[in-house]
């Protein structure tokens, strides 16, 4: 089986392109290798013989010259929130054309298509009502989990819209198309081959500075390091992503919540300690009190559906997660500096 993966030299791309690989299925990726550290993920797909097509996503003129794949798994986005707010045009290409792209590929060759899409399609007033005193005061208690049916209406990001529209856009070609799909919404991954910036990827950046030794900051809801969110493996999705490809003709055109949920979930400061114990380093920290329009205080994910639908759940606790990243950042160490 052929599989095409946009975003290919991503985080979650390239930790796919090499599990599929690993399974047996032929795979090429798309990327135009603009995420910092995708140079480094294509080295690692090279040497497995992977081809890149390096073009933007958004040009179609150039995706539909692609070969013919049975599957196209859709990683190809813009994913940090702040950058939707600076730079609309941007984003909208890359996340929404570069969706509607995807599925004129997928008609035009009857193939199907896997979407990763976000827990930021729920709206922020939503999030945030897990009252602010309890993120500034306590200590972590699971009063919420998010499933496929909460509420999604509202203001949500930018980048929240786009992977909303994309979920919706991709439902509508079923309906019009036949086309084959499964949309995974996803809380936050995370694992090897991730390079974290501030405003995307925050566990691999906590590790990297822990490793490195330099200052932390804790940004916003009182600079106090209790914003939640669940983590899921990255090795634990890979797991998911190869029962879906195989099930497909039996379980498509479904959408699922998917995340670390009760398994493996963290706050900032929880995480400090974790970092603490691993790399044997204590570092100093800054307090960021304002918080962000489009911060949020805290997400878990409901995964009883695609539990139940494919007897699937995350293996690995937020201290695999960790220390896994952490041996790829420490074994890689003199590699990827360039690119932190
Ligand atoms: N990492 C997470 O925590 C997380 C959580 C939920 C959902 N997701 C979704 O999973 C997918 C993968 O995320 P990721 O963390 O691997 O992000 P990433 O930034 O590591 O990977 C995205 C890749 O797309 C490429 N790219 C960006 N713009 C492009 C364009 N215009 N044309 C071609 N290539 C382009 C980048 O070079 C990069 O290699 C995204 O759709 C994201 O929205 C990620």
Partial sequence: MKILITGGCGFVGANLALFLQ???????????????????????LKKKRIKNYNFDIANYNQFKKLPKYDFIIDCCAEPA??????????VINTNLIGTLNVLKKVKKDNSKIIF??????????????????KIINSKIKITKMFCEKDNIQGPKTIYGLTK????????????????????????????????????QGFLSLWIWRHLNKKKIKYIGYGGFGNQIR???????????IFIQIK????????????????????????????????????????????TSIYDIPYF??????????????????IFEVVYDTYLWLKNNKTKINKFF
């Fill in 22 to 44: 690993s399974k047996g299925f032929y795979i090429n990726t798309l990327d135009n290798l603009s995420r910092k550290g995708s140079k480094y993920n294509l080295s690692l």
């Fill in 247 to 290: 099930k497909i003709n039996k379980i498509k055109n479904k959408l699922f919540t998917v995340g670390g949920s009760k398994k493996s979930y963290t706050s900032l400061k929880q995480l400090t300690n974790i970092c603490e114990k691993i790399t044997k380093n204590k570092l100093k920290s800054q307090k960021i009190t304002k």
């Fill in 230 to 240: 669940d983590v899921l493996h990255i090795y634990d999705l890979c797991s998911l």
């Fill in 164 to 199: 909303l529209t994309s979920e919706m856009l991709i439902e509508e070609f079923s309906y019009a198309f036949g086309i084959k799909y499964i949309i995974n919404r996803c809380g936050v991954i995370s694992g090897p081959l991730q390079f974290g910036k501030q405003d």
């Fill in 300 to 317: 878990i994910t409901d995964n009883k559906l695609v539990t139940k639908t494919f007897g699937w759940k995350p293996k690995r606790d």
């Fill in 116 to 133: 990763l899409s976000s827990s930021r399609v729920y709206p922020i007033k939503d999030l945030n009502k897990i009252s602010k005193k």
């Fill in 81 to 90: 929130v702040e950058i939707s707010r600076k730079e609309i045009n941007k």
